[in-house]
């Protein structure tokens, strides 16, 4: 399984940015995605996630700034963050419960991309 994000950046507080993730794996579908961040010292947070059936779940520190949404034909996912603000600079992880039929059984776990880094400015 690969996870590969696009879209960090460096913006201006105010600004907006699109962070894109697909997914990928021969077998696999994928179901709960969703986009986690971390700053330098503190424990990696939830910022959004979405299920397969589209319920997306927010930090409070993001609702009604970021929209998460999904396309599950191509198994990816985008996170619209606007009005951003400094605090929002982090280096942002997609993540994906995956999973796939082998044999008699079904494998799979948690999947995570490399990371894209968003640097929001005062």
């Known amino acids: 399984v690969q996870l590969v994000e696009s879209g960090g950046g460096l913006v201006q507080a105010g600004g907006s940015l699109r962070l894109s993730c697909v997914a990928s794996?021969?077998?696999?579908?994928?179901?709960?995605m969703g986009w986690y961040r971390r700053v330098p010292g503190r424990r990696r947070e939830l910022v959004a996630s979405i299920t397969r059936g589209g319920q997306t779940t927010y930090a409070d520190s993001v609702k009604g700034r970021f929209t998460i949404s999904r396309d599950n034909a191509n198994n990816t996912i985008d996170l619209q963050m606007n009005s951003l603000k400094p605090e929002d600079t982090a280096e942002y992880y997609c993540?994906?419960?995956?999973?796939?039929?082998?044999?008699?059984?079904?494998?799979?776990?948690?999947?995570w991309g490399p990371g894209t880094e968003v640097t929001v400015t005062g």
């Open positions: 794996g021969i077998g696999y579908s994928f179901n709960d």
């Open positions: 993540s994906a419960e995956g999973t796939a039929v082998q044999g008699m059984g079904v494998i799979g776990g948690d999947y």
